[in-house]
């Protein structure tokens, strides 16, 4: 039953699983960090930019 | 003369030829009539009509007047598109450029899901070892739980070129008929109490677009730091997210989701097709190839299920995952996200599972590539 193949298949499912959560906690901790480091920021729309700034044909 | 110098595909025509025509006119009559992956289903069988028909200038043939190899042009595209990896490749930019990650930053636990339900493809290649295949094909047919086509014909193409065909077809059959597997598996591992739980989240969190314009960037840096042999399928798919989210490349996201999508995906199901000749596909193998890959879909499901109830029992009371989330974590986007919502809405129509599920459904493409590149790393090494 437990051939060499199947032996070195079952390490592979062993060590792949194991690395496919690490990479999936990897990357959730990424998430929260770039969440943590750049949250969202409600933007001011384009009109009030213009608004407060002019633009350049009222410049001149 | 007779009728084999006449109509020399009439005389040359074998029952495994009939029988491979066969096949082709039920894939066209999925996609066109079921509506089953036509994308993919429909080249395919086309292509698989097209190859078996003997003498097919489809293929390369010998000349019999010079005994020169008159090449055939879906062996050029063979060797230009599936052989060097350029056609998986690009439709992953396609994916990548399809794919919103701002449900996996509202709701990033659920991220684990894809990570959970990628059993299947390891349980599927123990099986397959089992029954004679060596680990490169047996990888390659485990793969098949990636429940991602291009992540399998990568693996498939690069591991067992010559089971490449069937494992295709397993691939992106079963992915059509998800909603048919998923929901039996589910009900049979679940309660109705399990069933009916309702899931919270941050659903209408906004996300700043920097994170979103960071995270493809960063996830290629740190996988290739960890597993560089990864970096193909990860980094095109990452590459293809950044041109989504750049906001600077909008008509070049655009051309990717619709135009590079469709015309590659058009390539690629045909030229598979030139694996599907009479001679290579009529096999017990391929039958066994096409059993496994149910299997392979079948403890996908349980692996995300009963990994969301085992999280469960750590979890307190009104802040439970609703086991049924778990099998999204299969890359099947977005299909099984919708299967799940469906189900949940049956037990109870109050019960909104959508954006959780589609939160563990990103988790699962990302978690699919992810397997594909660990078994690119791992099989080399051990094989």
Sequence with gaps: MMTPIFEKALLIA?????????????????????????????EKPAEDFFEETGTEDEDN | MGIEQL????????????????????????????????????????????????????????????????????????????????????????????????????????????AAAQFGIFLTMLLASLLGYDLREAASI???????????????????????GPI??????????????????????????????????????????????????????VAGIIAPSSLSLIGFLMFGNLVRECGVLNKLSLSAQNELASLVTLLLG????????????????????????????????????????????FRKEGNKFNPMIGACGISAFPMSARVIHQMGQKEDPFNYLLMPAISANVGGQIGSVVAGGIILTLVPFFA
């Design chain 2, 7 to 114: 109509l020399p595909a009439i005389a040359g025509m074998t029952w495994q030829h009939l029988v491979m025509i066969g096949i082709g006119l039920l894939l066209i009559y999925l996609a066109i009539a079921r509506n089953y992956e036509p994308t993919l289903l429909l080249p395919i069988g086309f292509g698989a009509i097209l190859v078996n028909i003997p003498l097919s200038s489809a293929l390369t043939q010998i000349d019999p007047a010079t005994g020169e190899a008159v090449e055939g042009i879906l062996n050029i595209f063979f060797q230009a598109g599936i052989a060097t990896e350029i056609f998986p490749l690009l439709i992953f930019i396609a994916i990548g450029a399809m794919i919103d990650f701002s449900p996996l930053f509202r709701n990033p636990s659920l991220l684990l899901f894809g």
């Design chain 2, 270 to 313: 045909i030229t598979i097709a030139s694996t599907m000749t009479a001679e290579r596909f009529i096999r017990v193998d391929t039958l066994i190839i096409i059993a496994l890959g149910l299997f392979a879909f079948v403890f996908d499901t349980f692996g995300g299920v009963i990994f969301a109830k085992f999280l469960n029992l």
């Design chain 1, 14 to 42: 062993a060590i792949g699983m194991a690395g496919i959560f690490l990479f999936m906690a990897i990357f959730y901790l990424l998430i929260l960090a770039l969440d943590r480091l750049m949250p969202f920021r409600e």
């Design chain 2, 142 to 164: 485990g793969i098949i739980g990636a429940a991602d086509g291009p992540t399998s014909i990568v693996v498939a193409s690069r591991f067992a070129p010559n089971l490449l």
């Design chain 2, 168 to 221: 295709s077809v397993a691939a992106y059959s079963y992915m059509a008929l998800v909603p048919i597997i998923q929901p039996p598996v589910i009900r049979l591992l679940t309660s109705r109490k399990e069933r009916l739980i309702r899931m919270t989240g941050n659903n209408n969190k906004q996300i700043s677009k920097k994170a979103l314009i960071a995270f493809p960037i960063v996830v290629t840096i």
